[in-house]
Structure formats: C-alpha cells, structure tokens
C-alpha cells in the first residue's frame, strides 16, 4: 500500500533514525546501571583522586587502508568502504553496522563472509584476527565480501540445504539450549553430528551454548563434546564475554577451565568494568583456575579500570591463596593502580593486614620461574596474538562486544605456573559413538552478572600499621571497582 505524502512528511530522515538507533543501543549497552551505583559503596577507600585516563576514542589504529565493496545479499545493498587492515575483523564488522540506515533482525549472528573463489571454499573471517590476515582475492578491481547471517559452511556433499534449513529451526536451536542446560550429552552430540552449528546467540538470553556449558557444574565431558564437534571456545555472548571468562568467575571443575584454555581459548576478555578472567579468578578465590590461566599467558599485570592488578583484587578481598600464587610466580607487587596505591597499600585500607604482611615481606627471590610450556591441541588454527579484542570500546549497538582493542598489542608471555591436571583424562572419542546418558537434568544457573557483588565500606584507615603506610587519606583514597 503506497504510503501518502503527508505520512511520508512525518518519516524520520536516515540520520535520525541513526541517531535513534545510536541512542537506543547506548542505552541497551549500560545494562546494569543499578549494580554499577551499588558498588560504588564498595571502592571509596581507593576511589582515584585523579581523573582517570579518558577511554580511547572509537577510532581504527592508524595503518593501511583498504577499500572494499561489501554485499549486504538480506537488504540488497552493495556499498564500498574504507577499512584499516590493521585492525580485528571486529572493528570493520562494527563500521558496517553504524553504516546501516535498514535494521537487521539477530546482528549478533552477521559476520564478513568471503566467497568462494580459484577452487577455494567460502568462509566466514573470524573476528579475533587481524583484517590484513585475509588475503583478499584479486577478481575486481575492488576485492568483494558478504555481511550475512552466520552459518556453518559445509563442505559434506550428503548434506541438503533442506535438511539443514529445518535443522536449525528456532524451535530446534531452544531445545538444543534447553539440553545444553540440561547436560544432556547424549542429545547435543546427537544433533550435532547431524550438522547443527553450535555457534549461535540464544535471542532470548543472549547467552551461546558454550557460554551457559561453562557456567554448569560438572561440564566437563560437555564441553568437550561441545569441542570436539565444532563449538568455538571463543565464541562470546550478547555481553561479549567469553566461555573463560565465566568459567573463571563460576569457578567450578578447574579441568573446564583447562579444556578451553587447551583448545586455543585466548585470555584477556575485559568485560565494561575492564575486569578479566584473572581478576575474576583472584576475586572469587578459585586458585587452580588462576594457575591454569597463568600458566596459559594470562597478564598478572592487567589492570581493569580502576588500575588495579589481580594482586590489588587480592588485597581487597583478602584472597591469601591467590595473592600467594600471583607472588610466586612472579607478580609485580609494587604496580599502583590509577589512585597511586599498591595493593600493600590496599590490603592495609581494606583492614586485611595478614595479607598485606604476606606481600610486604615477599622478595624477588622467592620468585620459582616455571620451565614447561603449556599443550594445544593440534585441530584450531590459532589466531594472531597482536589481533585479540582485550580492550574496553563503546559500541553503538545494543547486545553487542564492548570489549573492542584495535591496538597491536602483542600476547604477554606465559607466566611460570605449571598445569594441574593432566589433558589425557578424557580420551577422544570418535563421532557417532554412543555416550552413557546423565542420570540426573541440572538447571543451569543464572549468569551471574560481569561486576562484583559490593563490600563493605571502610570508612577510616587503621591505625594498627605507620600512617605512611597508607598512600593516602580515606578522604582521597576513593575509587569505583577495583
């Protein structure tokens, strides 16, 4: 039905519904609000005094440029545009979303595709890695990609694209979640030896499978049933978090944790407070997840927004165990977060002068440098360590990662902590196998929210150590989230 020109007087121009669309995924993207205003009662004892350092602008690292004609096949739309190879595939992704003056349905599913070409399969480019990593084919004078929803490519000839469009109906991708909640092993590696892409965002949670079989306890053998049948290990949810990332909060199974750090999980995945896998480790005292995640290269220097390291969250949270192994094996106890503290510093504001003892007297020398290197499987290709996402960005769309890094930044180095448990625990299998059934159906629990529950506030510093121990006055010392 046409429409008159009085309605169409009245129809927003394709700037304004950008601007719309820009606001309304601003908003989306601050879920949480509450839980922010509630933890400020947490950190005012190391609140910054100084402002902090301003958040890196939305803007591509500075490198060469390339121009590419981009196929949009769902609103039939080709558009060229300008992209910096330099940075992640994520970064061009997030370029053609705020380019859109049409809305798309499920944009966490879409991805940059390259089409088949010279005898080579297509193939959807992973997001973590660097755009320039793809070389791009030479068959126009403009090289060419698609923006289409994700799927798995297959390359069977027994499979039928009828077969595999009713295998991913809406309804069978619920019950596929509702087994993975289930920790019906049985049945997930039913449907996916059938050819059921497990990469895929649930459009009523947010969560992908592999983010809600890590937050299961005794997930084991479904995690790595998920592996071993074509589950990414880093295949984030609609907050851009990561299947580490809650294995390393939830706790659980350490042997979970190491499945995904074997099977190239990357580490480094920042959720908005700038809080990663080994902040949450340290903040909830799971020890063995932390010395999995120092053994496979986590940073024990990265500090979340506030400036802290995971030996600051330590010493907020009185966590001796893990403050003990960070010491260990090598962390710098003298780094001051963004209010010019030590996590010394914090332990005696937080009252847990035990543990503030423990990082006092640790020297240098009782270092134990590890001498072993951590195993991989040999099945993933791994992905450019300069092209990881560990970086907090604003995005302007709602559900989206806001866990952006366009900076080369090369991966930190394996930190001297040997593995707990040996990877030979479960032998392969081969597909099609039969699997013993679980007896018992386990609810899954909910995600627990990407901050820390609150604390109480100190509101004086002790006087039981020197006044000079503290680096300043409760009155300056204040700061959001460690």
Same mark, same amino acid.
């Given at each position: 039905?046409?429409? $008159?020109?009085?309605?169409?007087?009245?129809?927003?121009?394709?700037?304004?519904?950008?601007?719309?669309?820009?606001?309304? #995924?601003?908003?989306?993207?601050?879920?949480?609000?509450?839980? $922010?205003?509630?933890?400020?009662?947490?950190?005012?004892?190391?609140?910054?005094?100084?402002?902090?350092?301003?958040?890196?602008?939305?803007?591509?690292?500075?490198?060469?440029?390339?121009?590419?004609?981009?196929?949009?096949?769902?609103?039939?739309?080709?558009?060229?545009?300008?992209?910096?190879?330099?940075?992640?595939?994520?970064?061009?992704?997030?370029?053609?979303?705020?380019?859109?003056?049409?809305?798309?349905?499920?944009?966490?599913?879409?991805?940059?595709?390259?089409?088949?070409?010279?005898?080579?399969?297509?193939?959807?480019?992973?997001?973590?890695?660097?755009?320039?990593? &793809?070389?791009?084919?030479?068959?126009?004078?403009?090289?060419?990609?698609?923006?289409?929803?994700?799927?798995?490519? &297959?390359?069977?000839?027994?499979?039928?694209?009828?077969?595999?469009?009713?295998?991913?109906?809406?309804?069978?991708?619920?019950?596929?979640?509702?087994?993975?909640?289930?920790?019906?092993?049985?049945?997930?590696?039913?449907?996916?030896?059938?050819?059921?892409?497990?990469?895929?965002?649930?459009?009523?949670?947010?969560?992908?499978?592999?983010?809600?079989? *890590?937050?299961?306890?005794?997930?084991?053998?479904?995690?790595?049933?998920?592996?071993?049948?074509? *589950?990414?290990?880093?295949?984030?949810?609609?907050?851009?978090?990561?299947?580490?990332?809650?294995?390393?909060?939830?706790?659980?199974?350490? &042997?979970?944790?190491?499945? @995904?750090?074997?099977?190239?999980?990357?580490?480094?995945?920042?959720?908005?407070?700038?809080?990663?896998?080994?902040?949450?480790?340290?903040?909830?005292?799971?020890?063995?997840?932390?010395?999995?995640?120092?053994?496979?290269?986590?940073?024990?220097?990265?500090?979340?927004?506030?400036?802290?390291?995971?030996?600051?969250? #330590?010493?907020?949270?009185?966590?001796?165990? #893990?403050?003990?192994?960070?010491?260990?094996?090598?962390?710098?106890?003298?780094?001051?977060?963004?209010? $010019?503290?030590?996590?010394?510093?914090? *332990?005696?504001?937080?009252?847990?002068?035990?543990?503030?003892?423990?990082?006092?007297?640790?020297?240098?020398?009782?270092?134990?440098?590890?001498?072993?290197?951590?195993? &991989?499987?040999?099945?993933?290709?791994?992905?450019?360590?300069?092209?990881?996402?560990?970086?907090?960005?604003?995005?302007?769309?709602?559900?989206?990662?806001?866990?952006?890094?366009?900076?080369?930044?090369?991966?930190?180095?394996?930190?001297?902590?040997?593995?707990?448990?040996? @990877?030979?625990?479960?032998?392969?299998?081969?597909?099609?196998?039969?699997? *013993?059934?679980?007896?018992?159906?386990?609810?899954?629990?909910?995600?627990?929210?990407?901050?820390?529950?609150?604390?109480?506030?100190?509101?004086?510093?002790?006087?039981?150590?020197?006044?000079?121990?503290?680096?300043?006055?409760?009155?300056?010392?204040?700061?959001?989230?460690?």
């Amino acid at each position: 039905m046409p429409v $008159s020109p009085a309605a169409r007087k009245h129809e927003p121009s394709d700037r304004q519904q950008q601007q719309r669309q820009q606001q309304h #995924c601003a908003s989306n993207g601050n879920q949480g609000d509450s839980d $922010s205003s509630r933890e400020d009662g947490v950190y005012d004892t190391i609140r910054p005094a100084a402002n902090k350092p301003p958040a890196p602008p939305m803007e591509d690292p500075q490198g060469s440029v390339a121009v590419i004609r981009i196929g949009i096949p769902d609103l039939q739309q080709t558009k060229c545009m300008k992209f910096h190879t330099e940075a992640p595939v994520w970064v061009s992704k997030q370029r053609i979303l705020c380019s859109l003056n049409q809305s798309l349905k499920d944009v966490l599913n879409y991805g940059l595709f390259q089409p088949a070409y010279h005898g080579k399969a297509g193939k959807f480019l992973d997001e973590e890695r660097l755009l320039k990593e &793809y070389p791009l084919p030479v068959v126009a004078p403009v090289p060419y990609l698609e923006f289409r929803y994700k799927r798995r490519v &297959y390359t069977q000839t027994h499979l039928e694209d009828k077969q595999l469009a009713r295998l991913h109906t809406k309804a069978n991708l619920k019950k596929f979640m509702e087994y993975v909640q289930q920790r019906n092993v049985e049945k997930v590696a039913k449907l996916l030896e059938k050819g059921l892409d497990p990469n895929f965002h649930d459009p009523d949670t947010g969560e992908c499978p592999m983010t809600m079989a *890590a937050q299961l306890e005794g997930c084991a053998e479904l995690i790595k049933t998920l592996l071993d049948l074509g *589950a990414s290990p880093d295949y984030k949810d609609s907050r851009g978090l990561s299947p580490l990332y809650h294995s390393s909060m939830v706790g659980g199974d350490p &042997y979970c944790c190491e499945l @995904l750090l074997h099977d190239h999980a990357q580490v480094g995945c920042m959720d908005e407070n700038g809080w990663q896998e080994i902040h949450q480790a340290c903040r909830h005292g799971h020890v063995q997840h932390l010395e999995h995640l120092l053994f496979y290269g986590a940073d024990m220097s990265a500090q979340n927004a506030s400036g802290n390291t995971a030996l600051h969250v #330590c010493a907020l949270y009185n966590q001796d165990s #893990c403050a003990r192994v960070l010491l260990f094996r090598g962390a710098n106890k003298e780094i001051k977060n963004y209010n $010019s503290q030590t996590a010394f510093q914090v *332990a005696i504001i937080a009252g847990n002068f035990d543990l503030a003892e423990i990082i006092k007297i640790h020297k240098p020398s009782d270092v134990v440098p590890f001498r072993e290197t951590p195993s &991989y499987t040999n099945r993933r290709r791994v992905a450019s360590g300069s092209g990881t996402l560990t970086s907090p960005r604003s995005l302007l769309r709602s559900a989206s990662d806001n866990n952006l890094h366009a900076d080369g930044h090369a991966a930190p180095a394996h930190s001297p902590v040997p593995s707990l448990r040996s @990877l030979r625990r479960w032998a392969p299998r081969a597909p099609g196998r039969g699997r *013993a059934r679980l007896g018992t159906a386990c609810r899954a629990r909910p995600a627990p929210a990407a901050r820390t529950p609150a604390r109480p506030r100190c509101t004086a510093c002790p006087r039981r150590p020197t006044a000079s121990a503290c680096a300043g006055s409760p009155a300056d010392a204040s700061g959001k989230d460690p």
